[in-house]
């Protein structure tokens, strides 16, 4: 019966990602699945350690769920949870097996035992970015995107002392990946109709902002990496800047499409040795400058 219950549960989780019936949504998210994993199998031992990312999103999902106080109802309702991260991470426990890599199974399996025991608890810090642009505060306080901070930073420590330095990369990788997810969430369209700045002036106030918050975001991690590998690859650090830069433009330019902006934003992420993001910059400002001068030109000829 709770085994049920848990395979119903992992079904809501994995239903809010596609509207019922979207068979090309549903088709796109397992072919992006299918990718993670082949590539995650070809480059095991340099990639293993994004592994791990796996317990944190774990984490913030349990912290967050709303429907802990009634499943507590239920006898077995540890065991419920329990098994529901087991089966929403199934297909990467699954890989690791399949690579024989039985430690870090069992420790990330008996990470989702020590969540499954975690009470709720709601953390209140006080982030220095700019409140001209407030989904910062609100993403970071919903999702505790705080926490993946730490984990770059250790990661970075542990490239430092195995003398690795790709997995300093992947923990810049990660802090970017971390700065585009406030610029998923949307204004209200009445809030860029009565803002005092227009068409560029409203996208250039926007990008300033962000330009400020990546930099705020950036800097431990960035001070972190340069003590442990000095100047070593800084010459990238620019790229991994310009991905969530980006974020702010492919928010306006894929304004009613989440999903698109997510596969821009893949693309720009996976081309960023070859410079696609100073490639992709004209274009996307171009479909965010339209989105914004749409929106507030009609408004004000209405």
Not at 96 to 123: E, H, R, W
Not at 210 to 228: D, H, K, Q, R
Not at 253 to 266: E, G, M, V, Y
Request: charged content about 10%.
């Amino acid at each position: 019966m709770w085994l049920r219950t848990s395979l119903y549960l992992t079904y809501i989780y994995y239903r809010k990602l596609f509207p019922k019936g979207d068979i090309l949504t549903i088709g796109l998210l397992l072919g992006v699945l299918c990718y993670a994993l082949y590539a995650l199998y070809l480059h095991y031992e340099s990639w293993q350690y994004a592994l791990w990312s796996l317990p944190l999103g774990s984490f913030m999902y349990h912290n967050n769920r709303k429907d802990l106080s009634l499943l507590k109802v239920h006898s077995h309702y540890r065991a419920i949870i329990i098994t529901e991260y087991v089966i929403e991470n199934l297909p990467f426990l699954i890989l690791m097996l399949l690579k024989k890599d039985f430690i870090t199974a069992v420790a990330i399996s008996l990470s989702f035992v020590l969540i499954g025991y975690l009470p709720q608890k709601n953390f209140t810090l006080k982030y220095p970015f700019s409140l001209a642009d407030p989904f910062w505060h609100i993403a970071f306080r919903k999702y505790k995107l705080i926490l993946g901070l730490p984990i770059a930073i250790a990661l970075i420590i542990i490239g430092a002392v195995y003398q690795n330095p790709n997995l300093a990369l992947f923990a810049l990788a990660l802090v970017a990946f971390i700065g585009c997810i406030p610029y998923f969430e949307r204004e209200f369209k009445a809030h860029i109709n009565v803002s005092a700045y227009r068409g560029k002036d409203y996208l250039l106030h926007q990008l300033k902002a962000g330009i400020l918050n990546i930099s705020f975001l950036f800097a431990p991690v960035f001070i972190t990496y340069i003590i442990c590998f000095h100047w070593q690859y800084t010459e990238v650090f620019p790229l991994y800047i310009s991905v969530p830069t980006l974020g702010v433009l492919t928010k306006y330019a894929f304004w009613n499409n989440s999903l698109w902006q997510t596969f821009a934003l893949l693309a720009v992420s996976i081309g960023a040795i070859y410079i696609i993001p100073v490639i992709a910059i004209p274009y996307f400002c171009h479909l965010a400058l339209q989105t914004i001068k749409r929106q507030q030109y009609a408004q004000h000829f209405h």
